[in-house]
């Protein structure tokens, strides 16, 4: 068994490293861009076949969603391209995939969670990206996992919880936007249940939605940090009309996890629990 992690300096990269160097004991590859262009074609398929990889864990990604409304291009290579190059080299040596992808490939117009066979509608470059890698791998690998996930954040990397930290020091006040909901969702929760996947006895392929339980607003989201950080902050609510973004953003991203957890027994645990393990992370990284 040789594992490759892409995209291994993100957010969700890093949360897999320790899990998997644990579970799986010299049997990682861990890459990111300059050990490995997924956008060079030949480049992956050489990759593939020199190191014998058996299983695929694509966290590479572009995630800047407002710069992908004038980068499309850029945007599509590592979204679109690179995932399709990943299939067809997976297609080739016989390597199983699992591929990180977005709440952004819907609208946001449910008024209950998106289940993995709600139609998609993606309503801005960064998602439109995202669902053509979707369809491209499907196309060419139908037994890869795809993982669908929503506001992501860890101890790694740049983030919302980090943004709030870091705002809350300089300014008395924060405006955050109060009617887009959805979950957030530490990666460590959804790196561990990639581990949980690759570690069963049983391989199920399709699309499956993971984010952590419960239900915020990015306002309740900035209020918990506050709390948790214990700082006096004044945390004030708008509307989104109020903070105009070059990208739109689905108001409604709730995701049902059904699937993932009746198919792979995956625990998944409320989402201001998860907050608050990760605030003593970001703290502990601080004192060092």
Not at 23 to 35: G, N, R
Not at 43 to 51: G, L, W
Not at 122 to 143: D, H, M, N, V
Not at 202 to 208: A, F, S
């Amino acid at each position: 068994m040789k594992i490759l992690v892409t995209g291994s300096n993100g957010q969700l990269g890093n949360e897999l490293k320790p899990l998997l160097e644990d579970a799986f004991p010299s049997m990682t590859l861990f890459t990111d861009i300059d050990e490995l262009d997924l956008t060079d074609a030949k480049a992956v398929e050489v990759f593939f076949r020199n190191h014998e990889i058996s299983h695929v864990i694509n966290c590479a990604a572009y995630t800047a969603v407002d710069k992908a409304e004038e980068e499309k291009m850029t945007c599509s290579h590592v979204n679109t391209d690179a995932v399709k190059n990943i299939a067809v080299a997976s297609d080739i040596t016989g390597a199983k995939i699992i591929h990180i992808s977005t709440d952004y490939v819907f609208d946001g117009t449910n008024h209950r969670p998106y289940m993995e066979s709600d139609k998609v509608n993606p309503i801005s470059q960064y998602g439109t990206s995202k669902r053509k890698g979707e369809t491209a791998l499907l196309a060419i690998s139908p037994e890869a996992i795809i993982i669908r996930t929503a506001w992501l954040y860890s101890s790694f990397g740049k983030n919302f919880v980090k943004t709030i930290l870091k705002e809350s020091c300089d300014k008395s006040e924060l405006k955050v936007v109060s009617d887009q909901i959805g979950t957030p969702t530490y990666a460590r929760d959804l790196a561990e249940a990639i581990v949980t996947i690759l570690k069963s006895h049983q391989w199920v392929p399709g699309i499956y939605h993971f984010t952590d339980e419960g239900v915020a607003s990015w306002y309740d989201f900035a209020k918990a940090i506050i709390r948790i950080a214990g700082k006096n902050t004044k945390i004030t609510p708008i509307s989104t009309d109020d903070y105009p973004t070059a990208a739109k953003r689905p108001s409604y991203s709730l995701l049902d996890k059904t699937r993932i957890k009746a198919t792979y027994g995956v625990r998944i645990p409320y989402w201001e629990e998860s907050l608050q393990v990760c605030m003593r992370e970001i703290a502990k990284h601080n004192q060092q």
